[in-house]
């Protein structure tokens, strides 16, 4: 059951409500930064509220008989879109996103060490219908973005194929610890096989972008910010439009 969280209705409950999410002063008061599940609704509701702005496709699924429910992102993208070398552009967001150790950035050497690899998905080319789900975890204080991916004749990707389909700018790092990163989990709310990017890192990597926030006074989203940093692991990029004002 697809439906959207209630929408901010006026000016005011919007500066409202950023400011209950998102002001410095209640970062602050949060133990070690973490996440209560009203402040990631409510982080959610004013994603939702930008992305129908910007068209960008986000919804709120509630579980039929439940009030419990997720954000949901449906793509359709070509495996070598996935591989493709991100722009300038995108390089800066995702340096400047204050991504944990083992993630972030790549050099001239990592280019090396991925030249000639063959992967799965890079020998076929085909289409890729990729569906991402954005929870709340209970056990971590945190954000969970869950993942699956088809082809268009609706064959799920194999572990080993979402592995292949990583950016080689992260594959690498990544499978250094993968227990720490990707997994195969049974989805919480649906009770599905789905991918998961692991929380156990969030808090880490999460608590500095925070902490910046509180420093230089200004607002930030949690949930969004979450996903600028996680998001382009699996493909998943946040158009810089989000940080824009209006």
């Known amino acids: 059951m697809k439906t959207h969280l209630p929408h901010v209705q006026t000016a005011l ?112 080319r085909q289409a890729l219908q990729y569906e991402y789900h954005v929870l709340y975890s209970c056990s971590y204080n945190t954000p969970v973005l869950y993942f699956r991916a088809f082809t268009l004749e609706g064959r799920s990707l194999s572990l080993e194929e979402v592995w292949s389909s990583v950016h080689p700018n992260f594959r690498l790092r990544l499978q250094e610890s993968p227990l720490d990163t990707i997994t195969q989990q049974e989805h919480p709310l649906l009770g599905q096989p789905f991918f998961m990017l692991h929380p156990c890192k969030t808090e880490e990597f999460m608590k500095p972008l925070l902490q910046a926030a509180v420093d230089q006074n200004r607002p930030v989203n949690y949930v969004l910010s979450w996903l600028s940093v996680v ?16």
């Open 13 to 124: 409950d919007v500066l409202v409500a950023s400011r209950f999410l998102t002001h410095p002063r209640s970062l602050a008061e949060m133990s070690c930064f973490a996440l209560d599940e009203e402040r990631f609704r409510l982080c959610c509701r004013l994603l939702l509220q930008r992305s129908d702005q910007l068209r960008d496709g986000w919804s709120w699924n509630v579980v039929q008989g439940s009030e419990e429910g997720y954000l949901k992102k449906t793509v359709l993208r070509s495996d070598s879109e996935l591989h493709a070398t991100p722009t300038a552009e995108e390089q800066q967001r995702e340096q400047s996103a204050a991504a944990p150790e083992g993630i972030r950035g790549h050099s001239e050497d990592d280019d090396d060490e991925d030249d000639g690899a063959c992967t799965v998905l890079e020998s076929s």
């Open 231 to 246: 998001g382009p692991v699996v493909g998943l990029h946040v158009p810089l439009q989000y940080c824009e004002t209006g």
